[in-house]
């Protein structure tokens, strides 16, 4: 069995405890304004082309067997119908202006690539985390993946917007050790206006994965958005819905960046990219200080 990956990452230290190894997947179901990662959107592995790095030479144009790329008007432009996504444009290159996003892996690929670190998952308490876009969006494969991985006596990870069928959570229970689960805004109406989709799936999933594992295994993260979720009556419907449920676990905050425009550029949807505008630091010094002062633990990510 494949799946769609179109990142690894060894050494990471911010998705979960100690050192891991974080496998994203393609694919997602929201379709946030702000999103950092467009790239994971489509399912499917897709054509990246940066426009300013290209010198025009033509030699995509001249080696694609498909005749899918033109050039025209200072740049290529590509029939995506044509594409086959062989990636002989990608090799040919050089000024490495194009770039496949997305490759099929099977689970054997990844578990080789995971091994090589288990020293260091073992000394640091680390493990993988499997991210995405939304690593349910491949559900098989997910579970097979964390199975094996479990096997190999390593711990597992899944960061998730938590839109998912509610039948998948006790099969995700039994294969993640910890769930680092997106709340992002607590109005369904504002949730679904800025995703694309309403909130009731997730804050359902939430509950029902808190109440099986605990709070030492789910950690309430918030993606904090300028414009959308920083002010404090939004954060404190947030702080509700965590009360109401009595949760005891951590928040994490991830404070948004601008550093997503030129990934837009790249996949071709450079009018797709929202400024969302600039995160202070004392707008999140007093998120955090709104949370501490109702007794969560909360870390500010990277
Ligand atoms: S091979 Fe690379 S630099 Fe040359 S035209 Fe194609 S994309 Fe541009
Ligand atoms: S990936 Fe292959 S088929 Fe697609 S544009 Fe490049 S050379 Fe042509």
């Known amino acids: 069995m494949n799946g769609i990956i179109f990142d690894i990452q060894q050494y990471a230290i911010y998705d979960g405890p100690g050192i891991r190894t974080i496998v994203f997947m393609k694919g997602c179901p929201l379709s946030c304004i702000w999103c950092q990662n467009p790239e994971s959107q489509q399912l499917e592995p897709q054509l990246a082309y940066f426009q300013e790095k290209c010198g025009l030479c033509g030699k995509c ?6 005749n899918a790329l033109i050039l025209s008007d200072n740049r290529i432009i590509r029939e995506k119908k044509l594409c ?6 990608v090799k040919i290159c050089p000024n490495n202006v194009m770039e496949i996003i997305g490759e099929e892996k099977s689970i054997q690929d990844i578990i080789e690539i995971i091994l090589r670190d288990k020293p260091f998952y073992d000394n640091s308490g680390g493990g993988i985390t499997v991210s995405g876009g939304e690593p349910t969006m491949q559900k098989e494969f997910l579970m097979n993946l964390l199975k094996n991985v479990k096997k190999e006596g390593i711990h597992t990870a899944i960061e998730t917007c938590g839109y998912f069928n ?4 006790d099969k995700l229970v039994s294969v993640a050790d910890l769930f680092l689960f997106d709340i992002k805004h607590i109005e369904a109406d504002l949730h679904e206006h800025y995703t694309g ?16 594992v605990g709070p030492e295994r789910i950690i309430c993260r918030i993606p904090l ?3 959308f979720n920083t002010d404090q009556k939004t954060i404190q419907g947030i ?39 600039e995160l202070r630091e004392d707008k999140i010094e007093k998120i955090v200080e709104q949370l501490k002062s109702q007794s969560f633990d909360v870390i500010v990510n990277e």
């Open 61 to 66: 144009v001249e080696i694609c067997p498909e």
């Open 84 to 89: 086959k996504k062989c990636g002989a444009c």
């Open 166 to 169: 509610s039948e998948m959570v």
């Open 197 to 212: 989709v309403s909130n009731e799936n997730i804050l359902y999933n939430f509950h029902r994965i808190y109440k099986l």
């Open 225 to 227: 958005i300028p414009g």
């Open 239 to 277: 702080i509700d819905f965590l009360k109401e449920i009595r949760f005891t676990g951590s928040v994490h905050l991830m404070p948004y960046n601008r550093m997503a425009k030129t990934k837009y550029e790249k996949i071709g949807k450079k009018d797709e990219y929202h400024d969302m505008g």
